[in-house]
C-alpha cells in the first residue's frame, strides 16, 4: 500500500489553507483506511520548531499508522511555454499518494521550462504538480476533469473566483494565458504562461 503526501505552503512563519489540507486527509482516511483520520495536521505541526522567514515546503507522508514530517526550502518554477501530453484513460489520481511514477516520469521527459498539461479523453486536467487555471478574456476557468481536486483549486471555486468548465485539447490554443496552481502557488504566484 502506497502512503499518501500533504504538501501544505509555510511562508514568513504562516501556514497556508490548513483546514482545506486536513480536509482532504480526513476524505483520504474514510475512503482508503475505512476509519476516521487519527491525526491532526495542525497538532503534527505545532509540535515541531520550523522556520519563521522564507518559503517552505511542509512535507507531511502517512499512512493508516504513522507520520513523518519535513520542511524543505522552496523555489517557485518558472516556464516559458508548454505542451499537451496525453494519458492513459484510465488513469486515477483522485488520493495524493507517493506513487508518482506517471507524473515522474513525464517531468524527466519534459524540459523544466515547459509545463506539461496533461490529457485524458480529449480533456484537459491537471499538469504533473498543479492544478490549471485558463484566462480568457479576463475571466478565469478551471478544467472540470482535474485528476486530483488540489486546495487550492477547492479555496479559489470557494471564493468564486473562477468557473469549472469541460475544456477540450483543441480549445487550450484559445485561451490567453495558463497559470498553474497549488497549495504551494496561489493563482499568479508562479508566472502566467502566454498560449
Same mark, same amino acid.
Given at each position: 500500500?502506497?502512503?499518501?503526501?500533504?504538501?501544505?505552503?509555510?511562508?514568513?512563519?504562516?501556514?497556508?489553507?490548513?483546514? &482545506?489540507?486536513?480536509?482532504?486527509?480526513?476524505? $483520504? %482516511?474514510?475512503?482508503?483506511?475505512?476509519?476516521?483520520?487519527?491525526?491532526?495536521?495542525?497538532?503534527?505541526?505545532?509540535?515541531?520548531?520550523?522556520?519563521?522567514?522564507?518559503?517552505?515546503?511542509?512535507?507531511?507522508? &502517512?499512512?493508516?499508522?504513522?507520520?513523518?514530517?519535513? %520542511?524543505?526550502?522552496?523555489?517557485?518554477?518558472?516556464?516559458?511555454?508548454?505542451?499537451?501530453?496525453?494519458?492513459?484513460?484510465?488513469?486515477?489520481?483522485? %488520493?495524493?499518494?507517493?506513487?508518482?511514477?506517471?507524473?515522474?516520469?513525464?517531468?524527466?521527459?519534459?524540459?523544466?521550462? $515547459?509545463?506539461?498539461?496533461?490529457?485524458?479523453?480529449?480533456?484537459?486536467?491537471?499538469?504533473?504538480?498543479?492544478?490549471?487555471?485558463?484566462?480568457?478574456?479576463?475571466?478565469?476557468?478551471?478544467?472540470?476533469?482535474?485528476?486530483?481536486?488540489?486546495?487550492?483549486?477547492?479555496?479559489?471555486?470557494?471564493?468564486?473566483?473562477?468557473?469549472?468548465?469541460?475544456?477540450?485539447?483543441?480549445?487550450?490554443?484559445?485561451?490567453?494565458?495558463?497559470?498553474?496552481?497549488?497549495?504551494?502557488?496561489?493563482?499568479?504566484?508562479?508566472?502566467?504562461?502566454?498560449?
Amino acid at each position: 500500500m502506497f502512503q499518501f503526501i500533504e504538501s501544505i505552503r509555510l511562508e514568513n512563519g504562516v501556514v497556508h489553507n490548513l483546514n &482545506y489540507h486536513q480536509e482532504r486527509v480526513n476524505k $483520504t %482516511f474514510l475512503h482508503i483506511f475505512k476509519m476516521p483520520a487519527n491525526f491532526s495536521l495542525e497538532k503534527i505541526i505545532s509540535e515541531n520548531k520550523f522556520p519563521k522567514q522564507g518559503l517552505f515546503k511542509i512535507r507531511i507522508v &502517512y499512512d493508516s499508522h504513522q507520520q513523518s514530517i519535513e %520542511f524543505a526550502e522552496y523555489t517557485r518554477p518558472k516556464f516559458h511555454t508548454y505542451k499537451l501530453v496525453e494519458i492513459e484513460k484510465n488513469f486515477t489520481y483522485s %488520493f495524493k499518494s507517493t506513487d508518482r511514477k506517471l507524473f515522474d516520469t513525464i517531468s524527466q521527459e519534459t524540459d523544466k521550462n $515547459t509545463l506539461p498539461i496533461l490529457i485524458q479523453n480529449k480533456n484537459v486536467s491537471d499538469s504533473v504538480f498543479s492544478n490549471l487555471i485558463f484566462e480568457k478574456n479576463g475571466n478565469l476557468y478551471s478544467p472540470n476533469t482535474p485528476l486530483l481536486f488540489g486546495t487550492m483549486l477547492s479555496q479559489s471555486l470557494q471564493q468564486h473566483k473562477i468557473n469549472m468548465i469541460t475544456i477540450k485539447e483543441d480549445e487550450v490554443k484559445n485561451f490567453d494565458y495558463i497559470y498553474p496552481i497549488n497549495a504551494m502557488n496561489p493563482l499568479g504566484a508562479i508566472e502566467k504562461i502566454k498560449i
